[in-house]
C-alpha cells in the first residue's frame, strides 16, 4: 500500500527561527513529490519535485528530494506569523496509462509561528 | 480567473439524504480529480476521470457516484447519506502528463465543501 508519513505532526517556533519539515514515501510508480501550504481552505500549491538534488526554491521556502532514500524536506527560513498553516506532503502515482495521477497525501505538519 | 470553482461550499444533510456537489473547471483540464479530507488527516481519492466519459474508482469509492459529461464538469453524487460522510470535499484538475517526460503535472485545488451529515 502506498504510504507518505510526515514529521513532525505539529511544531511551535518563533518568528525568525528557521523550521525544517520531513515526509517519507514508500509508493509504486513514483512521478513527483509535490508541498502544499493548508490554511482554511483549499490547499496551496508550493513545490512539485521529480529529480533528486535539486533544490526549489521561491523565497524563504525551499525544498529538495532524495529520490534513494525516498524523503523529501521542506525549509522555512526566518518564518513569519503568516507562515502558520498545515504543510501537505503528496507524492504523485500513476493512475492510469493516460497519465493521470493520483496524490498520496501525508497526514501534514501543522505549524504555528508565534511573535 | 476562476480555476477550480465548486459548489455549495457549505451543506448540512440528514441521514439517506441524497445530493450532488458540483465542480467545474475552466482550464480546460483533461483529468478531475474529488478528494475528501477528514479532520488531522491528508486528502484520499474517491474517484477520477481522464476526460469526458471516463471515469473510474480512487482510494474511498463507496456511497459516491460520478459522472463526466463534458470536459468542464464533473459533479460528485452522494446517494444516502451517512455519518461517516462527514468531511471536507476537495474538486481538482490537472493537464496530461507531458509524453516522454519523467515528470509530474500540478494538481490545482478547489475551495471546498464543507459537508456534515446529522
Known amino acids: 500500500e502506498d504510504k507518505v508519513v510526515q514529521s513532525p505532526l505539529s511544531l511551535v517556533v518563533h518568528e525568525g527561527d528557521t523550521v525544517t519539515l520531513n515526509c517519507s514515501y514508500e509508493?509504486?510508480?513514483?512521478?513527483?513529490l509535490l508541498w502544499y501550504k493548508q490554511e482554511k481552505k483549499a490547499p496551496t500549491f508550493l513545490f512539485m519535485l521529480?529529480?533528486?538534488?535539486i533544490e526549489k526554491k521561491s523565497g524563504r521556502l525551499s525544498s529538495i528530494l532524495d529520490k534513494k532514500e525516498l524523503f523529501s524536506i521542506l525549509n522555512i527560513t526566518a518564518t513569519q506569523t503568516g507562515d502558520s498553516a498545515i504543510y501537505l506532503c503528496a507524492v504523485g502515482t500513476l493512475l492510469s496509462l493516460q497519465g493521470a495521477q493520483k496524490l498520496v497525501f501525508g497526514q501534514g505538519t501543522r505549524l504555528t509561528i508565534n511573535p | 480567473n476562476a480555476g477550480v470553482t465548486q459548489t455549495p461550499k457549505f451543506r448540512i444533510l440528514k441521514i439517506g439524504q441524497s445530493m450532488t456537489l458540483q465542480c467545474t473547471q475552466d482550464?480546460?483540464?483533461?483529468?478531475m480529480y474529488w478528494y475528501r479530507q477528514d479532520p488531522g488527516m491528508g486528502l484520499k481519492l474517491i474517484y477520477y476521470s481522464v476526460g469526458a466519459g471516463i471515469t473510474d474508482k480512487g482510494e474511498v469509492p463507496n456511497g459516491y457516484n460520478v459522472s463526466r459529461s463534458t470536459t468542464e464538469d464533473f459533479p460528485l453524487r452522494l446517494e444516502l447519506a451517512a455519518p461517516s460522510q462527514t468531511s471536507v470535499y476537495f474538486c481538482a484538475s490537472s493537464y496530461p502528463e507531458q509524453h516522454g517526460r519523467s515528470s509530474g503535472n500540478t494538481i490545482y485545488f478547489g475551495e471546498g465543501s464543507w459537508l456534515t451529515v446529522v
Open positions: 509508493v509504486t510508480n513514483f512521478r513527483s
Open positions: 482550464m480546460n483540464h483533461n483529468y
Open positions: 521529480t529529480s533528486s538534488g
